[in-house]
Protein backbone atom coordinates (compact mmCIF):
# COMPACT_ATOMS: atom_id res chain seq x y z
CA UNK A 1 0.00 0.00 0.00
CA UNK A 2 0.83 3.66 -0.12
CA UNK A 3 3.32 4.85 2.73
CA UNK A 4 3.87 9.06 2.92
CA UNK A 5 6.63 10.51 4.80
CA UNK A 6 6.35 13.94 5.82
CA UNK A 7 9.08 16.18 7.34
CA UNK A 8 9.47 18.54 9.55
CA UNK A 9 7.71 16.96 12.38
CA UNK A 10 7.70 20.83 14.16
CA UNK A 11 8.58 23.78 12.35
CA UNK A 12 9.46 27.56 14.26
CA UNK A 13 9.06 30.54 12.05
CA UNK A 14 9.16 34.24 12.51
CA UNK A 15 5.89 36.05 11.58
CA UNK A 16 6.89 37.28 7.54
CA UNK A 17 9.03 34.46 7.04
CA UNK A 18 8.00 31.80 5.07
CA UNK A 19 7.76 28.07 5.78
CA UNK A 20 8.17 24.86 3.86
CA UNK A 21 6.83 21.02 4.43
CA UNK A 22 8.26 18.58 2.59
CA UNK A 23 5.98 14.78 1.83
CA UNK A 24 7.21 12.05 -0.25
CA UNK A 25 5.22 9.04 -1.22
CA UNK A 26 5.57 5.55 -2.37
CA UNK A 27 3.19 4.38 -4.81
CA UNK A 28 3.50 5.43 -8.31
CA UNK A 29 -0.21 5.11 -8.95
CA UNK A 30 -0.87 8.21 -6.89
CA UNK A 31 -1.92 11.16 -8.87
CA UNK A 32 -3.89 13.18 -6.14
CA UNK A 33 -2.21 14.96 -3.19
CA UNK A 34 -4.16 17.22 -0.95
CA UNK A 35 -3.19 18.99 2.02
CA UNK A 36 -5.47 19.59 5.41
CA UNK A 37 -4.92 22.15 8.47
CA UNK A 38 -5.56 21.28 11.49
CA UNK A 39 -5.98 23.81 13.99
CA UNK A 40 -5.70 22.77 17.73
CA UNK A 41 -9.03 20.83 18.85
CA UNK A 42 -10.71 21.45 15.49
CA UNK A 43 -10.91 19.04 12.46
CA UNK A 44 -9.12 19.03 9.03
CA UNK A 45 -9.95 21.30 5.99
CA UNK A 46 -8.28 20.81 2.83
CA UNK A 47 -6.26 23.82 2.30
CA UNK A 48 -4.95 22.81 -1.53
CA UNK A 49 -4.71 20.17 -3.69
CA UNK A 50 -2.46 19.25 -7.13
CA UNK A 51 -3.12 16.74 -9.45
CA UNK A 52 -0.46 14.66 -10.84
CA UNK A 53 -0.65 16.27 -14.45
CA UNK A 54 0.01 19.87 -12.53
CA UNK A 55 3.49 20.48 -11.14
CA UNK A 56 2.44 23.35 -9.28
CA UNK A 57 -0.53 25.55 -8.32
CA UNK A 58 -1.11 28.45 -6.11
CA UNK A 59 -3.57 30.19 -3.93
CA UNK A 60 -2.43 33.49 -2.82
CA UNK A 61 0.03 32.90 0.01
CA UNK A 62 -0.09 28.79 -0.22
CA UNK A 63 1.22 27.06 -2.91
CA UNK A 64 2.12 23.17 -3.77
CA UNK A 65 4.67 21.73 -6.28
CA UNK A 66 4.84 18.07 -7.26
CA UNK A 67 8.08 16.18 -8.59
CA UNK A 68 6.21 13.08 -9.89
CA UNK A 69 9.67 11.42 -11.02
CA UNK A 70 11.44 11.81 -7.33
CA UNK A 71 7.94 11.14 -6.38
CA UNK A 72 7.54 14.24 -3.64
CA UNK A 73 5.44 17.24 -2.98
CA UNK A 74 5.95 20.29 -0.97
CA UNK A 75 3.76 23.08 0.96
CA UNK A 76 4.94 26.45 0.55
CA UNK A 77 3.60 29.15 2.89
CA UNK A 78 4.72 32.79 2.14
CA UNK A 79 4.64 35.78 4.45
CA UNK A 80 3.62 33.79 7.42
CA UNK A 81 0.84 35.16 10.02
CA UNK A 82 -0.28 33.99 13.37
CA UNK A 83 -3.02 32.28 12.01
CA UNK A 84 -1.07 30.08 10.00
CA UNK A 85 -0.35 28.01 13.23
CA UNK A 86 -1.62 24.53 13.17
CA UNK A 87 -0.52 21.37 12.15
CA UNK A 88 -0.27 20.27 8.02
CA UNK A 89 -0.95 17.07 6.93
CA UNK A 90 -0.24 16.13 3.08
CA UNK A 91 -1.82 12.85 1.96
CA UNK A 92 -1.95 10.83 -1.12
CA UNK A 93 -4.08 9.15 -3.47
CA UNK A 94 -4.99 7.30 -6.68
CA UNK A 95 -7.84 10.13 -7.38
CA UNK A 96 -9.69 8.01 -9.91
CA UNK A 97 -9.77 4.18 -10.75
CA UNK A 98 -9.63 1.57 -7.87
CA UNK A 99 -8.72 2.95 -4.17
CA UNK A 100 -8.80 6.48 -5.70
CA UNK A 101 -11.28 7.27 -2.68
CA UNK A 102 -8.54 5.98 0.06
CA UNK A 103 -6.07 8.58 1.08
CA UNK A 104 -3.13 8.01 3.08
CA UNK A 105 -1.66 10.81 5.46
CA UNK A 106 1.44 12.06 6.55
CA UNK A 107 2.10 12.22 9.94
CA UNK A 108 1.77 15.81 10.26
CA UNK A 109 3.66 19.27 10.94
CA UNK A 110 3.47 21.38 13.77
CA UNK A 111 4.13 24.93 12.61
CA UNK A 112 4.30 27.56 15.05
CA UNK A 113 4.49 31.01 13.83
CA UNK A 114 6.20 33.40 16.10
CA UNK A 115 5.09 37.22 16.37
CA UNK B 1 -26.26 22.37 5.56
CA UNK B 2 -24.44 21.12 8.72
CA UNK B 3 -22.27 19.20 6.63
CA UNK B 4 -20.73 16.00 8.84
CA UNK B 5 -21.62 15.73 12.61
CA UNK B 6 -20.68 13.39 15.06
CA UNK B 7 -21.95 12.03 18.52
CA UNK B 8 -20.33 12.56 21.19
CA UNK B 9 -17.83 15.17 21.61
CA UNK B 10 -16.35 13.10 24.43
CA UNK B 11 -16.44 10.25 26.35
CA UNK B 12 -15.10 7.91 28.90
CA UNK B 13 -14.87 4.60 28.33
CA UNK B 14 -14.31 1.60 31.05
CA UNK B 15 -12.20 -1.35 29.74
CA UNK B 16 -14.44 -3.89 27.81
CA UNK B 17 -17.42 -1.55 27.74
CA UNK B 18 -18.97 -1.01 24.34
CA UNK B 19 -20.16 2.03 22.43
CA UNK B 20 -21.07 3.55 18.90
CA UNK B 21 -20.11 6.70 17.61
CA UNK B 22 -22.38 8.77 15.57
CA UNK B 23 -21.52 10.26 12.56
CA UNK B 24 -24.08 11.83 9.78
CA UNK B 25 -23.68 13.92 6.86
CA UNK B 26 -26.40 16.32 5.24
CA UNK B 27 -24.20 16.50 2.08
CA UNK B 28 -26.06 13.63 -0.01
CA UNK B 29 -22.55 12.30 -0.05
CA UNK B 30 -21.70 8.51 -1.69
CA UNK B 31 -18.78 8.17 0.51
CA UNK B 32 -18.08 8.37 3.72
CA UNK B 33 -14.57 7.50 6.37
CA UNK B 34 -14.19 6.96 9.77
CA UNK B 35 -10.21 7.76 10.71
CA UNK B 36 -8.68 8.04 14.36
CA UNK B 37 -6.03 10.08 14.91
CA UNK B 38 -3.45 9.47 17.69
CA UNK B 39 -1.09 12.23 18.92
CA UNK B 40 2.05 12.73 16.20
CA UNK B 41 0.75 10.03 14.12
CA UNK B 42 -1.35 11.48 11.55
CA UNK B 43 -4.88 9.95 10.67
CA UNK B 44 -5.37 6.61 10.13
CA UNK B 45 -8.65 4.88 8.29
CA UNK B 46 -10.33 2.21 10.28
CA UNK B 47 -13.37 2.04 7.41
CA UNK B 48 -14.84 3.21 4.72
CA UNK B 49 -18.28 3.25 2.72
CA UNK B 50 -18.65 3.66 -1.37
CA UNK B 51 -22.93 3.72 -0.75
CA UNK B 52 -25.05 2.35 1.85
CA UNK B 53 -24.79 -1.59 2.29
CA UNK B 54 -21.66 -1.60 1.23
CA UNK B 55 -18.44 -1.18 3.25
CA UNK B 56 -15.32 -1.95 3.55
CA UNK B 57 -11.62 -2.57 6.00
CA UNK B 58 -9.02 0.62 6.12
CA UNK B 59 -5.39 0.14 7.24
CA UNK B 60 -6.63 -0.31 10.95
CA UNK B 61 -10.35 -1.99 11.47
CA UNK B 62 -9.59 -4.76 14.26
CA UNK B 63 -11.50 -4.13 17.47
CA UNK B 64 -14.00 -1.89 15.35
CA UNK B 65 -17.51 -2.35 12.98
CA UNK B 66 -19.66 -0.33 10.99
CA UNK B 67 -22.69 0.00 9.38
CA UNK B 68 -24.09 1.79 6.76
CA UNK B 69 -28.17 1.22 6.06
CA UNK B 70 -28.58 5.23 4.67
CA UNK B 71 -26.95 7.59 2.38
CA UNK B 72 -26.36 9.49 5.75
CA UNK B 73 -25.60 7.70 8.70
CA UNK B 74 -22.40 5.65 9.39
CA UNK B 75 -22.27 4.52 12.88
CA UNK B 76 -19.04 3.18 14.34
CA UNK B 77 -19.26 0.56 16.89
CA UNK B 78 -16.31 -0.18 19.32
CA UNK B 79 -16.98 -3.45 20.91
CA UNK B 80 -14.86 -4.93 24.25
CA UNK B 81 -12.98 -1.32 24.59
CA UNK B 82 -9.08 -1.45 24.87
CA UNK B 83 -6.76 1.59 26.35
CA UNK B 84 -4.75 1.15 22.76
CA UNK B 85 -8.71 2.51 21.23
CA UNK B 86 -8.06 6.04 23.58
CA UNK B 87 -7.75 8.47 20.51
CA UNK B 88 -9.78 10.84 18.42
CA UNK B 89 -12.25 9.88 16.27
CA UNK B 90 -13.00 11.09 12.73
CA UNK B 91 -16.16 10.62 10.27
CA UNK B 92 -15.33 11.89 6.71
CA UNK B 93 -17.42 12.53 3.91
CA UNK B 94 -16.67 13.30 0.12
CA UNK B 95 -18.70 12.74 -3.27
CA UNK B 96 -16.72 9.86 -4.60
CA UNK B 97 -15.43 9.87 -8.04
CA UNK B 98 -12.33 11.48 -8.90
CA UNK B 99 -10.21 14.14 -6.64
CA UNK B 100 -12.57 14.46 -4.14
CA UNK B 101 -12.69 16.98 -0.86
CA UNK B 102 -13.05 14.86 2.13
CA UNK B 103 -15.39 17.20 4.43
CA UNK B 104 -14.35 16.21 8.17
CA UNK B 105 -16.47 16.07 11.53
CA UNK B 106 -15.37 17.70 14.35
CA UNK B 107 -14.44 14.00 15.98
CA UNK B 108 -15.19 12.53 18.97
CA UNK B 109 -11.69 12.07 21.61
CA UNK B 110 -12.93 9.38 23.52
CA UNK B 111 -10.95 7.43 26.52
CA UNK B 112 -10.76 4.12 27.74
CA UNK B 113 -9.71 3.73 30.92
Known amino acids: GENVEQHPSTLSVQEGDSAVIKCTYS??????FPWYKQELGKRPQLIID?????GEKKDQRIAVTLNKTAKHFSLHITETQPEDSAVYFC??????????????FGKGTKLSVIP | NAGVTQTPKFRILKIGQSMTLQCTQD?????MYWYRQDPGMGLKLIYYSVGAGITDKGEVPNGYNVSRSTTEDFPLRLELAAPSQTSVYFC????????????FGPGTRLTVL
Open chain 1, 50 to 54: IRSNV
Open chain 2, 92 to 103: AADRGGSYNEQF
Open chain 2, 27 to 31: MNHNY
Open chain 1, 91 to 104: AASRGSGAGSYQLT
Open chain 1, 27 to 32: DSASNY
